[in-house]
């Protein structure tokens, strides 16, 4: 278990400290030495939390610090919050060594943190999710497994953690079971239909909408139409800003 540590800070206003599993999804510089940490903790949900003086040299000298904390791997931190919504990062423990990410499922990795980032509200406890998470890194680096697998059971289960997931599993103008070998229409905002309302919905086969309900994305054709479902759906909670992760690899 290696340890990375940030020097202690003052800290003028009261605060309280905690110690549990996170993982980083972003990090960027903060004033001249610091850096600013976006992590996704077990009991708190989403925080940002300063590591002050991670980016230079700690008070025993050795370069490093929080700084040096590798993404996508499961990790102990302890950090304190104050009265802001910034807390301080004190340390960080690799708990498991996770897979070495690197190519294709390094990208697909990104872009899960980034739908993280920017979907998850702050401090909202989602146990279910942060063990999704970790699941869905360890299957993107198993050697030789399908990306497209673990993508789209995140994204689905995203979706239904933070209570935007449509029912895939009925028709909304009739009340029925979608059927395969059918055509119906979907819409974010309306679910599935089998009459369309207006211009600009979805087309989408009883089989794709099968194969999501059951997360079973094993055959290309289904996996292609799932990946587009999701992509809709997902689409009106990331705005418009597009998803930089997205621009690696496209096809994902």
């Known amino acids: ?74 990790l102990i931190l302890h950090w304190e919050n104050g009265r802001g919504e910034i807390g301080q990062l004190r340390e960080a423990r690799e708990l498991v060594h996770g897979a070495r990410l690197r190519g294709k499922p390094l990208a697909c990795a990104f872009y899960l943190n980034e739908l993280l980032v920017r979907l998850l509200p702050k401090a909202d406890p989602l146990p279910g999710l942060f063990a999704d998470y970790g699941d869905a890194l360890l299957a993107l680096g198993e050697e030789g497994a399908r990306l497209d697998t673990p993508l789209r059971r995140f994204e689905k289960r995203l979706l239904e953690h933070l209570g935007y997931l449509p029912d895939f599993d009925c028709v909304m103008d009739t009340g029925a079971l979608p059927e395969a070998g059918r055509m119906y229409y979907f819409a974010p905002e309306l679910g599935v239909l089998e009459q369309t309302p207006a211009p600009g919905v979805l087309p989408v086969a009883g089989d794709v909408l099968a194969a999501l309900v059951r997360e079973d994305f094993a055959d290309p054709r289904t996996a292609r139409g799932v990946r587009t479902v999701l992509a809709r759906a997902l689409a009106p909670h990331l705005g418009s800003r597009p998803l930089k992760s997205r621009e690696l690899w496209p096809d994902t």
């Open 1 to 74: 278990m290696s340890e990375l540590s940030c020097p202690a800070a003052s800290v003028q206003t009261r605060s309280a400290s905690f110690e549990g599993p996170a993982y980083i999804l972003h990090t960027r510089p903060w004033r001249e030495t610091s850096l600013l940490f976006d992590v996704f903790t077990l009991e708190q949900g989403r925080l940002s939390l300063i590591g002050r003086g991670a980016r230079g040299t700690n008070r025993t000298g050795r370069a490093g610090g929080p700084g040096r904390a590798p993404p996508f791997q499961r």
